[in-house]
């Protein structure tokens, strides 16, 4: 009798632990997905204020047009700095990625040299 229970229990935390991974699996993905959106939207607010500051600097003075033409170069720098930063995480993560199959490459060639079909897989 003990052993129906026993089942019926982790049956019931194995329930439990699959329906919390659906829920929170599928929040990270809707959320993650709108970070993406709002990181890119965030970048062309950015590339439209540049533009915009430099079509007013073109409207006013020498002095407030260098001034202004520098605000927007600077933003426009910040903007393409982080840009490229995203890019390096990135790549960095793929880089990992690639250095774990390497490796996990060469420990199974280690493992059995002659065995051509699995190292080919």
Do not use: H, W
Not at 56 to 79: C, I, K, Y
Not at 96 to 102: A, H, V
């Amino acid at each position: 009798m003990s052993i129906v229970f026993s089942r019926d229990s982790q049956v019931r935390l194995m329930d439990s632990t699959v329906t919390n991974a659906e829920k929170y699996f599928g929040q990270f993905c809707s959320l993650l997905a709108a970070y993406t959106r709002k990181t890119a939207r965030l970048r062309d607010k950015a590339d439209q204020l540049v533009k915009q500051l430099a079509d007013f600097a073109n409207t006013e003075g020498p002095e407030m047009r260098a001034t202004v033409r520098d605000f927007a170069e600077d933003l426009a720098q910040v903007q393409d700095y982080r840009q490229a930063e995203a890019e390096i995480k990135k790549f960095k993560r793929v880089q990992k990625n690639e250095i774990k199959q390497l490796e996990k490459l060469e420990k199974l060639r280690r493992k059995s040299p002659s065995d051509r079909q699995m190292i080919s897989q």
